[in-house]
């Protein structure tokens, strides 16, 4: 199995506050990338990264931010966390345009 | 941007029968993969296939990139089989997975 960790696993927090989601790859590859999973969407991508300080907008960007100052650690903010970004979270890696790998998921509840 | 759709959504199978599950893409990609989700919530990469066969025990897959569609097979269904299968695209340069809603297998022993 690829060498990615999600952290934390399980989180709730309350309505306004903000929250980080931390993702950990020990591959050194290039590309990772944050996914929300949702019960009749299948997953949607809401940031990516291709390198160092080098992130894009995915599908679902509105309300995250992300931050990649080095190469195995890819942080998600929710700078203030509403309802709708209650979800299942996953972090996924690949070396190029090759197969991603995911994490295991962070299930984040907003209450 | 690409559309993938995933049929059927929903398929019960008794212990020891076989499936076919159907992705469809709206337009040519450089990359696809089949994932199970198990019961657990873990995405477990199946198959990386943009185009071709590819088996692997029980499973197998196949890509017809020209006609835009790709098949899993699942032969002698086992219950831990069961989860829900997702199909992913990329378009070429896109560099950006998008999935299919998924097929939801159940096997009943």
């Known amino acids: 199995d690829a060498g990615i960790t999600q952290s934390p696993r399980h989180k709730v927090t309350e309505t306004g506050t903000p929250v980080t989601l931390r993702c950990h790859q020990t591959?050194?590859?290039?590309?990772m990338y944050w996914y929300r999973q949702d019960p009749g969407h299948g997953l949607r991508l809401i940031h990516y990264?291709?390198?160092?300080?080098?992130?894009d907008k995915g599908e679902v960007s509105d309300g995250y931010s992300v931050s990649r100052s080095k190469t195995e650690d890819f942080l998600l903010t929710l700078e203030s966390a509403t309802s709708s970004q209650t979800s299942v979270y996953f972090c996924?890696?690949?070396?190029?345009?090759?197969?991603?790998?995911f994490g295991p998921g962070t299930r984040l509840t907003v209450t | 941007g690409i559309q993938v759709e995933q049929s059927p959504p929903d398929l019960i199978l008794q212990e020891g029968a076989n499936s076919t599950l159907r992705c469809n893409f709206s337009d040519s990609v450089n990359n696809l993969q089949w994932f199970h989700q198990n019961p657990w919530g873990q995405l477990i990469n199946l198959f990386y296939?943009?185009?071709g066969t590819k088996q692997n025990g029980r499973l197998s897959a196949t890509t017809v990139a020209t006609e835009r569609y790709s098949l899993l097979y699942i032969s002698s269904s086992q219950t831990t089989d069961s989860g829900v299968y997702f199909c992913a695209v990329e378009r070429g340069g896109s560099e950006k997975l998008v999935f299919g809603k998924g097929t939801k297998l159940t096997v009943n022993p």
């Open positions: 996924a890696i690949s070396e190029s345009v090759s197969e991603q790998y």
């Open positions: 296939i943009p185009s």
């Open positions: 990264s291709y390198g160092v300080k080098d992130t």
């Open positions: 591959e050194n590859h290039r590309y």
